[in-house]
């Protein structure tokens, strides 16, 4: 008998998935405090999560059961990855089930900017009719620079393509061979920022391209360009982004994430004239919430009952288990 202990709100579909289970049993409370996970973590042989658990080395101590982490989603920067890869822990993530919703997020956000769509909301519900205060840009014939061309960045040039944009793209582990097909060019980071009219970000951080958007990469970047963030928010200097923006230089911004996560209010960028914002909501949709919890849910049972993994992050913990 396997307990899983799911800490974090998952969806309904995914708990069914684990609750019609045989051979294990299934701890769900939603949004548990730490010191309630770090109560119930003991008993675990694995834990699925989302973004707000934090797996940190201090709650991995108290878990001699675990076997496994499961993320609801792409990105595992909650979880102590040396700490899991120490202790012989699987962690694993569910990286399709968020790709359309957050393709589909950058490209609204795009066209958010290019067209001014919230500020021309907000004056108009002010009482104002100012239709030459918000002349936008359009897609077509202007060049989109991906930065990052995995699941999420072909996702995007799919539908940038309908668009009529002439696309270009970066990314050290992708040949052109594989973009051909989308109507992509892989092209040089600065060829990348010297020709696009808007760039938007679809990378994990890495410590090579930690605040790769900054002073010196704006510098090479066109007058009037446009940037569109909804991958991770530590890519971005935003002290960088909002000194450029201020000066003209970047037309404007268009921001789901933040290295900071709420920002505070003494972040830069927010109240920045240009710069458009949500509240990380790339993964937000019902579609994507219900795949990724089946889809993690079923990796989990998988690997507990079948010995089979797929789409782990620590990929050396699985030789000793071979």
């Known amino acids: 008998m396997y307990h899983i202990l799911v800490p974090d709100n998952l969806d309904k579909a995914g708990l069914r998935l684990l609750e019609a289970a045989q051979g294990v049993t299934v701890q769900a409370a939603a949004k548990m405090s730490r ?15 989302r973004s707000a658990t934090k797996v940190d080395r201090a709650m991995l101590e108290v878990a001699p059961k675990l076997k496994l982490i499961g993320r609801a989603g792409v ?5 102590d990855l040396a700490a899991a890869t120490e ?28 067209r001014h769509i919230p500020a021309a909301d907000g004056s108009l519900k ?37 668009f009529e944009m002439t696309i270009i793209a970066y990314d050290p582990y992708v040949s052109a061979e594989v973009a051909a097909p989308y109507g992509v060019q892989m092209v040089t980071l600065d060829e990348l920022y010297a020709r696009s009219d808007f760039i938007s970000l679809h990378a994990s951080v890495t410590p090579e391209n930690y ?10 970047m066109k007058d009037g360009v446009r940037i569109i963030n ?22 404007g911004a268009a921001l789901d994430v933040y290295e900071e996560e709420p920002p505070k209010p003494d972040n830069p960028l927010i109240g920045l004239s240009g710069v458009i914002h949500t509240p990380h909501l790339g993964a937000s949709t019902y579609e994507a919430q219900d795949e990724v919890a089946v889809q993690i849910a079923q990796q989990t049972l998988d690997a507990l009952f079948k010995g089979e993994y797929r789409n782990v992050v620590n990929p050396e913990v699985l030789k000793s288990k071979l």
């Open 35 to 49: 010191e309630e996970v770090l109560a119930a973590i003991p008993r675990a042989d694995a834990l699925i999560i």
């Open 75 to 79: 990105g595992v920067d909650n979880v």
């Open 87 to 114: 202790r012989g822990i699987v962690v694993m993530n569910a990286p399709d089930g968020n790709t359309v919703a957050t393709a589909e997020l950058a490209i609204g956000l795009m066209l958010a900017l290019a």
């Open 126 to 162: 002010a009482g104002q009719w100012e239709r030459k205060a918000y002349m936008g840009v359009e897609l077509r014939g202007k060049t989109l620079g991906l930065i990052g061309f995995g699941r999420v960045g072909r996702a995007v040039a799919k539908r940038a393509a309908a």
């Open 211 to 220: 605040h790769m958007i900054n002073a010196e990469s704006i510098a090479k």
């Open 230 to 251: 909804d991958s991770r928010g530590a890519l971005i200097d935003e002290h960088a982004l909002a000194e450029a923006i201020k000066s003209g230089k970047v037309a």
